[in-house]
Nanobody, 116 residues
Framework: QVQLVESGGGLVQPGGSLRLSCAAS????????MGWYRQAPGKQRELVAA???????NYTDSVKGRFAISRENAKNTVSLQMNSLKPEDTAVYYCKLGTVSGMDYWGKGTLVTVSS
């Protein structure tokens, strides 16, 4: 059984930083893209950042220059460094792992609250 466990969420003031981490465990074959999505109250889940196994990255426009995604392929882990956080970054952040065969696995989410 594949499990993704996120950590690192919490409350931070505007302008502050947080680092999210996600570790995948279980029998996973053909890991391809790993990334982060978020869902704010009353909004649809959206892609924040993703990285292919080869290192290609994709960021949503609103976080470019502030967030940085990284991963360790050998450990099936992915992290998201979030700097210059804004209140509009408040959301539940979900880790996602996609395989070359088209399987998607999701974590349960971690809450990030940006507020003074």
């Amino acid at each position: 059984q594949v499990q993704l466990v996120e950590s690192g969420g919490g409350l931070v003031q505007p302008g502050g930083s947080l680092r999210l981490s996600c570790a995948a465990s279980g029998s996973i074959f053909g890991v391809n893209v790993m990334g982060w999505y978020r869902q704010a109250p009353g909004k649809q889940r959206e892609l924040v950042a993703a990285m292919s196994r080869g290192g290609r990255t994709n960021y949503t426009d609103s976080v470019k220059g502030r967030f940085a995604i990284s991963r360790e392929n050998a450990k099936n882990t992915v992290s998201l460094q979030m700097n210059s956080l804004k209140p509009e970054d408040t959301a539940v952040y979900y880790c996602k792992l996609g395989t070359v065969s088209g399987m998607d696995y999701w974590g349960k989410g971690t809450l990030v609250t940006v507020s003074s």
